[in-house]
């Protein structure tokens, strides 16, 4: 079964401290994997897509970079408005539409 | 600029009445999804489409269904509003890949049933 697991939960960090988020995923076959920014009461709003095992995708102070068997999110030196929900999710073994979403790293950035 | 729009940002029902979510995008993308996301539970698939007319069940399909009459339009349906639907709606979209292909997500439709 396909599983998608995010840690940690939360994660209170003081501006400009700078840290990791972790997304492990157990699927056969990787078909990619995406990253969400979500802020409450919105939609997910999509950040990266990584298709291979060493690829990187910056965007400003986050980072993206992709394993065998997990993603981190790296958020280098971070501000108040960096406090969302991230989200990770897989392609659904054997299916081309379908996401599998991790249930997400809430991260509060305090000034 | 990818844009998926919801119908409403906020709406109250009653309990029994029939409640109508609308979606549009504007990418002319093939796969279009709905969602409920619920505190605790996370995002979970209620229908998607992958082509006009067509439809799939996902995790949760009891209580609703879906319309796709145009390619760009997608509509979720709620029979008879219970309370227990009250939730976070949220609609997507994506191209058809044989990979896997991001989803881009509408603003929500916050649903209170009373």
């Known amino acids: 079964e396909d599983q998608v697991t995010q840690s940690p939960e939360a994660l209170r960090l003081q501006e400009g401290e700078s840290s990791s988020l972790n997304c492990s995923y157990t699927?056969?076959?990787?078909?990619?994997l995406f990253w969400y920014r979500q802020d409450p009461g919105k939609g997910p709003e999509f950040l990266f897509t990584l298709y291979s095992a060493g690829e990187e995708k910056e965007k400003e102070r986050l980072k993206a970079t992709l394993t065998k068997k997990e993603s981190f999110l790296h958020i280098t030196a971070p501000k108040p408005e960096d406090s969302a929900t991230y989200l990770c999710a897989v392609p659904v073994s054997g299916s081309a539409r379908q996401l599998t979403f991790g249930s997400g790293t809430q991260l509060t950035v305090l000034p | 600029d990818v844009k998926v729009t919801q119908s409403s940002r906020y709406l109250v029902k009653r309990t029994g009445e029939k409640v109508f979510l609308e979606c549009v995008q504007d990418m002319d993308h093939e796969n279009m999804f709905w969602y409920r996301q619920d505190p605790g539970l996370g995002l979970r698939l209620i229908y998607f489409?992958?082509?006009?007319?067509?439809?799939e069940k996902g995790d949760i399909p009891e209580g609703y269904s879906v319309s796709r009459e145009k390619k760009e339009r997608f509509s979720l349906i709620l029979e008879s509003a219970s309370t227990n639907q009250t939730s976070m709606y949220l609609c997507?979209?994506?191209?058809?890949?044989?990979?896997?292909?991001?989803?881009?997500f509408g603003p929500g439709t916050r649903l209170t049933v009373t």
């Open positions: 489409s992958y082509d006009v007319k067509m439809k």
């Open positions: 997507a979209s994506s191209f058809r890949r044989t990979s896997g292909s991001e989803q881009y």
């Open positions: 699927v056969s076959g990787l078909r990619g």
